[in-house]
């Protein structure tokens, strides 16, 4: 099994699934700073030109979600993903929430704050998505009071999808009003098992780390 990834992106959520599964693989970067998502070899791979994509066999698969539920349907003995079809019915709510509701107003905001070129951003698109993410973000807040988990009474993949985007959140100055997110992110990547933040990763690439692109 090989994962195409680079460091403090979604390919994070994929890491953490399998660390967490403990499932060898290969791990391998792809620089996007050096633009080699752009390199005719990896576009066979994904068109898209995104990271990352997991490479089981003959099944190469991208989009980071989609990457984590094929693992935990694949690995469903780790119970990494309910049994019982009330949650996860509660389990594919939450995970779609993250990737809807959260990370698509942090998407915006990172793209006028720091991808887009600087005549294509729009400040105002900025606050609007930071009061997006915040009313989305306070729904989540309650749902988390007296929960370890997201889901049920354990750890399972919407966690580690959760735990990536609220992160990307805490990157984005954005978990300042919500105390029960913020302490859920400690836990989770308090893990044994769980990759290094997105800040952590940042750090170590400015500092020349060998290993900081694959977020290790």
């Known amino acids: 099994m090989k994962l195409y990834e680079f460091g403090p992106t979604r390919s994070i959520r994929a890491r953490w699934m399998l660390q967490e599964l403990g499932v060898e693989f290969e791990a391998v970067t792809v620089n996007l700073q050096a633009r080699e998502h752009r390199h005719q ?6 068109p898209a030109a995104k990271v990352p994509v997991l490479v089981d066999g003959d099944l190469v698969l991208n989009e980071s979600v989609a990457i984590v539920l094929y693992l935990a349907e694949k690995y469903a003995d780790r119970g990494l993903v309910p049994a019982d079809l009330r949650l996860r019915a509660d389990f594919y709510r939450w995970m779609l929430f993250a990737v809807t509701e ?7 905001i990172a793209r006028h704050t720091a991808l887009y070129p600087e005549k294509d951003r729009i400040p105002a698109d900025v606050v609007l998505a930071g009061r997006e993410f915040a009313s989305m973000a306070a729904v989540l807040e309650n749902h988390m009071k007296g929960r370890a988990y997201v889901v049920g009474d354990r750890v399972t993949a919407a966690d580690f999808v959760v735990a990536y985007t609220l ?23 308090a893990r044994p098992r769980a990759p290094g933040r997105i800040g952590d990763i940042f750090q170590a690439i400015r500092s020349g780390s060998a290993t900081a692109a694959a977020g290790a």
Do not use: I
């Open 167 to 189: 992160d990307w959140a805490d990157e984005a100055q954005l978990l300042g009003e919500y105390p029960t997110l913020r302490s859920y992110v400690e836990r989770m990547y």
């Open 102 to 108: 959260l990370e698509q107003p942090l998407w915006r």
């Open 41 to 46: 070899g990896f576009l066979q791979l994904n």
